[in-house]
């Protein structure tokens, strides 16, 4: 359900520094230095970069003293011990592609995974690498393996859904009908019914409430006073930008159960009887504890006797030690208490709240990956979410073409943790993939 801060090698950057002015000069033309600083001299820099990370060649002398003044030599040193320990020992430039005068993206390989990196070059005539970042990890696949192929290898179960939304035939497709518990992707059916209620004119986003429905982290508004004042619109970001779990139990309680619920056919859901009643955070928290405790089991129950068990503990507390003793130990813990959705129906709600403005700005807000790491789409939109044993990443995706696409996959383990690097890293070699294969230059907007 915790949508939480992915600690992955996509979150290491390891400079993004301004270009610095250096007093070398070369005697070469803007226009020849440019045409060489596209090809060779990127590849060069790669190489060397390479070099460094063998220690084969001085730090300095590949790059600017502005970047090592930000990155010093023993900073540079651990990440790359951190690269080589948790992926394999260093083994060369797979593939470096320009992306400007003085800019590429570059793929190093280290043991059977791939570092994805944004390189800068200064552009004085040294071109010493002045800024040097890295977006994320993703497989090596062998000749004829595709991201749904690694995907289906992992345990316990997954599914997939890369395509466009026009109806035509998917791009990937793993388990495609399979519903997956999603975790916190549940808040986009929140959200999708306060999109409906403001455009039927019955609330609009500067609307104020009085916060009263307080639960647990992820995010922070618990901390919030009680009753603070706050406008529809924050907690409509917080919900989907930080996936702050009061801001959702407080739209739920707004709202009513009821309307979310109906939500759920509305944007066109496979099976909305499996997330009814529709569970806030709070009661999610809740229900885990005392199935724990064997004070009852849920999913047994009939939907009548659901609704009861709701009531009877809707006024009990929970906190922090209770959060911790759940899921301190990364151990799944009743992963049958969720909300379940397929890639269909995530792709059915996506689509439905980019149509409007204010909904689409908001997915924009926490794209679900480091900046640069997927900057081929003209729009990002996103909504996860995990708890121990549960991952769910959900994009919608538009190119330069203005061609919306969905990007969706789900792992769930109930023996074990999934691992959110690893399936971060696929995530992001189909972008990568796609974005060699399809789309080149495009525009800052839609």
């Known amino acids: 359900m915790n949508s939480r801060r992915l600690t992955t090698l996509a979150s290491m950057i390891l400079a993004a520094c301004p270009v610095a002015a250096l007093a070398e000069h070369h005697d070469q033309g803007e226009e020849v230095a440019t045409k060489v600083t596209q090809g060779a001299i990127l590849n060069q820099r790669a190489e060397e970069i390479g070099k460094v990370f063998l220690g084969e060649i001085a730090y300095e002398a590949v ?18 011990a951190q690269l080589t320990s948790q992926m394999g020992a260093y083994a060369g430039v797979h593939a470096v592609t320009p ?4 800019t590429a993206d570059v793929r190093f390989r280290f043991g059977e995974m791939l570092a994805n990196t944004i390189l800068q ?40 859904l890369f395509a466009k939304l026009d109806g035509s035939e998917p791009i990937e497709a793993h388990n ?46 618990q901390n919030w006073p009680y009753r603070s004042p706050v406008t529809l619109h924050t907690l409509a970001t917080m919900m ?22 109906a939500e759920l056919a509305l944007t066109g859901h496979s099976d909305p009887a499996r997330n009814i009643p529709f569970l806030s955070t709070r009661e999610f928290m809740l229900l885990k504890w005392y199935e724990n405790q064997g004070r009852f089991d849920y999913e047994a129950l009939s939907e009548a006797e659901k609704r009861a068990t709701l009531e009877q503990i809707s006024w009990e ?58 900057g081929i789409w ?39 943790g999934v691992d959110l690097a690893q399936f971060m890293g696929l995530a992001q070699e189909i972008m990568a993939t796609n974005k060699q294969q399809r ?3 495009v525009p800052a907007t839609r």
């Open 63 to 80: 790059f600017t003293d502005a970047f090592i003044d930000a990155v010093p030599k023993a900073q540079f040193d651990a990440i790359t």
């Open 99 to 102: 992306t400007g005068d003085s």
């Open 121 to 160: 070059l200064a552009s004085d005539g040294t071109w010493k690498v002045a800024g040097f970042r890295i977006t994320g990890t993703s497989p090596i696949l062998a000749e004829g393996e595709t991201i749904s192929d690694k995907i289906a290898q992992l345990p316990g179960t997954t599914n997939l």
């Open 176 to 221: 495609a009908e399979m519903s997956l518990a999603i975790g916190s992707a549940f808040k986009l059916w929140v959200l999708s019914a306060l999109v409906r209620d403001i455009e039927a004119g019955k609330r609009a986003w500067d609307d104020v409430m009085v916060m009263e429905k307080y639960s647990v982290p992820t995010g922070g508004m």
């Open 240 to 261: 989907i930008a930080t996936s702050d779990n009061t801001a959702t139990d407080e739209l739920i309680a707004l709202l009513g159960r009821d309307k979310v619920e």
């Open 317 to 374: 507390g929970v906190g922090d030690a209770m959060v911790n003793e759940l899921f301190g130990a990364d151990r799944p813990q009743h992963i049958d208490i969720e909300w379940f959705a397929t890639p269909g129906d995530l792709a059915r709600v996506m689509q439905r709240l980019e149509r409007n403005i204010e909904a689409r700005k908001i997915l924009t807000v926490n794209k679900g990956f480091p900046p640069g790491s997927a």
């Open 378 to 416: 003209s729009y990002i939109g996103y909504k996860g979410g995990s708890e121990p044993g549960v991952i769910n990443f959900t994009w919608i995706l538009v190119n330069d073409l203005k061609e919306p696409h969905i990007l969706t996959m789900s792992w769930n383990n109930p023996e074990a």
């Open 439 to 441: 789309y080149m230059q």
